[in-house]
Nanobody, 126 residues
């Protein structure tokens, strides 16, 4: 059992930055892939970024590449999403999720992830 909890969302102007955090209690945090997804109103949930068990390998959606950075601190059971140059189209509820079936090889489909947080709202004003 893994229980991710997100924090750090909020309201920011276009061009601004936010850092999301995800703390995951339960199963050994350093043994699985962590991912970030988002869902905007009226849209399907989409993959944002994922990171392997050690933090050595990350994968990003094209829409955020170069602006967002995913990282993790296994000693703190935490993953992070640093978001820079935010745009109104980044407005969404952001979820962190655990893919406990994988140590490496970030998957981009939501059904691969077996534990999800409740989400944190990110709103970017123009």
């Amino acid at each position: 059992q893994v229980s991710p909890v997100e924090s750090g969302g909020g309201l920011v102007q276009a061009g601004g930055s936010l850092r999301l955090s995800c703390e995951a209690s339960g199963r050994i945090f350093s043994s699985y892939v962590m991912g970030w997804f988002r869902q905007a109103p009226g849209k399907e949930r989409e993959f944002v970024a994922g990171i392997n068990y050690s933090g050595a390998s990350a994968f990003y959606a094209d829409s955020v590449k170069g602006r967002f950075t995913i990282s993790r601190e296994n000693g703190k059971n935490a993953a992070y999403l640093e978001m820079n140059n935010l745009q109104p189209e980044d407005t969404a509820v952001y979820y962190c999720a655990a893919d406990t079936g994988r140590r490496n090889g970030v998957r981009t489909v939501g059904y691969a992830y077996d534990y999800w947080g409740q989400g944190t709202q990110v709103t970017v004003s123009s």
